[in-house]
C-alpha cells in the first residue's frame, strides 16, 4: 500500500482513484483470460459422442399426442413449460417430486430475471407468497470497516430496477401452478433414461411412475433435459465436467434488522463472503461461503463467522445457528458446452452453471427460455430434427451475446475478488466490479 499511495502522490490522484484506473486496465484482460479458458474448456469437451452422430432420420411414429416432454419442474422446467403451452403446444413434465422444495439458493431473482419473468406472463407466480422487493446491495468491509451502498439501475422512466427475494419453495409451486393453468401436463415420477430411436435419436423417457411404482414411458417429438445440477443425463449428452468453486451454509433468521430497507447485503470477511437478503417479511437468509464444510459447522459458524457479522445481524445469527438445522450445498461451475443430438436439448443448471454469488442463475434461466420461447415460435413441427439444431445453433450465440456469458463471467470475477478482498486497497475494486454486476444481472 506504501508503493500505491507514493504512486498517487505523485499523481496527485486519491488512492481509490488509482485502484479504478488499475481496475479499468486489468478487468478487460481478466475477461480475455477467463474467454479464453472457456473456450479451451469447451472445445474439449463439445465432441459429440458416437451415438449421437446425425443421421437423416425417417419420419418417426409417435403412439403418444405429446409434442414436448420436460425433465425437470424447477425454475426452467417449469416456466418453460407455461411458455411452451400458451403457445399451444401440448407439453408434458416429468418431476421426481412435486411437493414444496427446500433448497438454501434460487431465492433472490435480480431485476433482469424478474424482468424475463414479466415478459413470459409469470408474474403471478411471485405474488402471493410473500415475496420481498429488492433495490440493491449494502457491502461491508470488515477489515477497512466500510460500508458502500449500490442501488440497481434505472429503467426507462427513471425508476430504479427492483429484483424479488422469496422462500425458493414458494416460486416453484407457483411457476407449477401457472404452468398447470396454461395447459402443461405434471406427472410425478423419476425420469431413469432417454427413449432412443434406431437412428440414435432421444424420442421420449423412460420414467418410474411415483403413485403406482411401475415404469412407464412417455415419447415426444422433443426432449428438454432440466433436471438441475445434479443431472442424471448430463454425462450421457455432454462431456462437460462439474467443478466445485467453494460450498454455501445457510440458515434462515427471523425478524433481523436491515442495515437499509429493500437492500441485501454482502459482507467481506476472513475465508470468504457472507450473503444476507430477506425472503419475506420476518426470515432473513444468511449464506456463508466456506472453501470446505468443516466438521464442527456449527462451532464454526459460531466462534468464526459471528464475530465477522455487522451488529445488527448478530443476535439473529446466533439464534438461528442454535435452533436451525445448518444446510450446505456445492457451488458448482459448469461451461455451456452442449452436444447437438437429435431430439433432445439440454438446459438450465443441468447445461451451464455459475457461482451463486451474484444470484444470476434464475435470470440465465428465465432468459433461455425467452429465446426457447421465440425461435420455437418459428418451427412449426418440433419434430424436425435439422429445425431444431439450427434453432440450438442460434440459441448458444444469442445467448452469449445477450446474457449468459457476461453473467458466467462476472460471477466467477466478482467472486474471486470477494473471496481475495484482505482489506488492502480492495474495496474500490470491488465497489467498480460491484456495479458492473448489479448492472448486467
Avoid at 52 to 71: G, L, R
Avoid at 202 to 219: E, M, Q, R
Avoid at 231 to 239: C, M
Amino acid at each position: 500500500m506504501s508503493s500505491l499511495a507514493s504512486v498517487a502522490a505523485y499523481l496527485q490522484l486519491p488512492a481509490i482513484s488509482l485502484i479504478r484506473i488499475a481496475v479499468c486496465l486489468l478487468l478487460p484482460l481478466v475477461v480475455v483470460v477467463m474467454v479464453v479458458g472457456f473456450l479451451q474448456r469447451c472445445g474439449r469437451r463439445t465432441k459429440p459422442k458416437q451415438k449421437c452422430q446425425y443421421v437423416e432420420p425417417a419420419p418417426p411414429n409417435f403412439d403418444s399426442e405429446n409434442e414436448i416432454v420436460i425433465v425437470g419442474a424447477g425454475v426452467l422446467g417449469a416456466s418453460l413449460a407455461s411458455a411452451l403451452s400458451k403457445d399451444g403446444r401440448k407439453v408434458t413434465v416429468i418431476e421426481r417430486d412435486l411437493q414444496e422444495p427446500n433448497r438454501i439458493v434460487g431465492e433472490l431473482l435480480q431485476p433482469g430475471g424478474y424482468a424475463a419473468l414479466q415478459k413470459l406472463g409469470l408474474k403471478e407466480a411471485v405474488e402471493g407468497i410473500d415475496a420481498h422487493i429488492v433495490h440493491g446491495y449494502v457491502i461491508h468491509d470488515n477489515a477497512t470497516k466500510s460500508m458502500v451502498a449500490l442501488s440497481y439501475p434505472l429503467d426507462d422512466t427513471g425508476k430504479v430496477l427492483t429484483g424479488r427475494s422469496f422462500h425458493h419453495g414458494r416460486f416453484i409451486m407457483g411457476l407449477r401452478r401457472e404452468a398447470k393453468k396454461d395447459g402443461a401436463t405434471l406427472i410425478e415420477g423419476a425420469a431413469s433414461s432417454l427413449l432412443e430411436d434406431p437412428h440414435g435419436h432421444i424420442v421420449g423417457v423412460l420414467y418410474k411412475d411415483k403413485a403406482s411404482g411401475t415404469d412407464k414411458t412417455i415419447k415426444a417429438k422433443l426432449t428438454f433435459v432440466a433436471d438441475g445440477c445434479f443431472s442424471r443425463f448430463r454425462k450421457g449428452l455432454v462431456d462437460a465436467e462439474v467443478s466445485i468453486s467453494s460450498n454455501f451454509a445457510g440458515v434462515v433468521m427471523r425478524d433481523c434488522p436491515q442495515m437499509k430497507t429493500g437492500y441485501a447485503e454482502i459482507v467481506l470477511g476472513t475465508g470468504g463472503p457472507l450473503l444476507v437478503y430477506q425472503i419475506s417479511h420476518n426470515d432473513t437468509r444468511i449464506l456463508v461461503d466456506m472453501p470446505k464444510v468443516p466438521s464442527d459447522i456449527k462451532g464454526y459458524m459460531l466462534s468464526v463467522i459471528e464475530p465477522q457479522l455487522p451488529a445488527h445481524i448478530k443476535s439473529p445469527f446466533r439464534a438461528a445457528v442454535d435452533v436451525s438445522q445448518i444446510r450446505t450445498m456445492p457451488n458448482s461451475f459448469l461451461p455451456p458446452c452442449p452436444n447437438p443430438v437429435p431430439g433432445v436439448v439440454l438446459l438450465g443448471d443441468a447445461f451451464n452453471m455459475r457461482h451463486p454469488l451474484t444470484g444470476g442463475g434464475m435470470s440465465v434461466a428465465l432468459n433461455d427460455v425467452l429465446l426457447w420461447r421465440r425461435m420455437l415460435g418459428e418451427v412449426r413441427d418440433v419434430g424436425d430434427h435439422r429445425a431444431v439444431l439450427k434453432c440450438l445453433e442460434k440459441f448458444q450465440w444469442q445467448r452469449k451475446g445477450s446474457h449468459a456469458f457476461v453473467v458466467n463471467v462476472l460471477a466467477q470475477t466478482l467472486y474471486k475478488l470477494f473471496s481475495a478482498s484482505d482489506g488492502k486497497g480492495t474495496m474500490g475494486c470491488v465497489q467498480y466490479v460491484s456495479n458492473i454486476c448489479v448492472t448486467y444481472v
